[in-house]
């Protein structure tokens, strides 16, 4: 890679894999190109006081103006510990630039984060940097707001989602994660529709 990191996200995007953040100051992303002779290059930057790890990074499907583009989303901002954050960001693969997106409504970081059929993206759990958190939100790309949703039964953070399918239906299955110190068993799934 262009510098070490740690705690980033990595998403691919065009044929290629976009890396953003993973240290306290760093706002830099860059760019992997498998078919480019197993390249990295710089692209973008957050802005200034944006640094991001703990975050989640979801490629936007569909057909809104915002398909194709990467949503970054909550993680940790600031040295140490750092501090949670509300704040998104949209990464536009045809100018390598990030452009703020509206917040979400509750900083978070440690969560999990999809990108659901019906074009919106689903952000759950983390925490807040005291609790741990079960509120979900859901991100539409069409109109660029952030508005809520079911929670989670179980608050959650350190954990994973995928697409499954349940009798024809596409849900979302939410497996595993950490609780203050236990790890989680317990899996539950979110219906989109």
Do not use: W
Not at 71 to 81: D, K, M, Q, R, T
Not at 99 to 114: E, G, P, V
């Amino acid at each position: 890679m262009v510098q070490p990191r740690a705690s980033f996200t990595g998403t691919l995007v065009s044929g290629k894999v976009l890396i953003v953040g993973g240290e306290a100051g760093d706002l830099t992303a860059e760019l992997f190109d498998p078919a480019g002779a197993g390249a990295f290059s710089s692209t973008g930057a957050l802005p200034a006081g944006e640094d991001k790890r703990s975050h989640t990074a979801v490629l936007i499907g569909g057909a809104s103006t915002n398909s194709g583009k990467v949503l970054i989303s909550g993680g940790v901002n600031g040295a140490g510990s750092g501090t949670p954050s509300s704040t998104q960001f949209l990464y536009a693969p045809g100018s390598g630039t990030f452009t703020s997106a509206a917040s979400m409504a509750t900083a978070r970081s440690n969560h999990a984060a999809i990108s659901l059929s019906t074009d919106s993206v689903l952000i759950c759990g983390g925490t807040d940097g005291t609790n741990d958190l079960k509120s979900c939100e859901r991100y539409d790309p069409a109109s660029g707001t952030q508005y809520p949703t079911a929670p989670l039964m179980e608050a959650r953070t350190d954990f994973g989602f995928a697409p499954i399918t349940i009798s024809s239906l596409v849900e979302i299955l939410a497996a595993g994660g950490t609780v203050s110190t236990p790890t989680r068993a317990f899996a539950e799934t979110y219906n989109p529709n």
